[in-house]
């Protein structure tokens, strides 16, 4: 049974950081693709930032690309979420996502396996 359990989350201000974690248990980490996803009040989850098994290859929003970086520790069996220059439209709930099959990373519906979720909140 695969569990995620995010952490990190919080009320910061514009322009502030976050690391977002994510750590994974009952799984063979390496042989997930991990994802974060958000979701704002009264909006539909959306697709923030994705990382394959090794962690050469990593994908971005391109509302969040140049601002937030994905990365992962194996050794770990945890996924971070760095978030830099924050700002008050990145408040939503951000939720670890994973996935053993080869998917369409950007599309939610492909990912079996869900974290709880950790609120961001950006004040201007």
């Known amino acids: 049974q695969v569990q995620l359990v995010e952490s990190g989350g919080g009320l910061v201000q514009a322009g502030d950081s976050l690391r977002l974690s994510c750590a994974a248990s009952g799984v063979t980490f390496d042989h997930l693709v991990m994802a974060w996803f958000r979701q704002a009040p009264g909006k539909e989850r959306e697709f923030a930032a994705a990382i394959l098994r090794t962690g050469e290859t990593t994908y971005y929003a391109d509302s969040v690309k140049g601002r937030f970086t994905i990365s992962r520790d194996n050794a770990k069996n945890t996924v971070y979420l760095q978030m830099n220059s924050l700002k008050p439209e990145d408040t939503a709930v951000y939720y670890c996502?994973?996935?053993?099959?080869?998917?369409?990373?950007?599309?939610?519906?492909?990912?079996?396996?869900w974290g709880q979720g950790t609120q961001v909140t950006v004040s201007s």
């Open positions: 996502a994973a996935e053993e099959k080869a998917i369409n990373v950007r599309l939610g519906r492909q990912y079996n396996h």
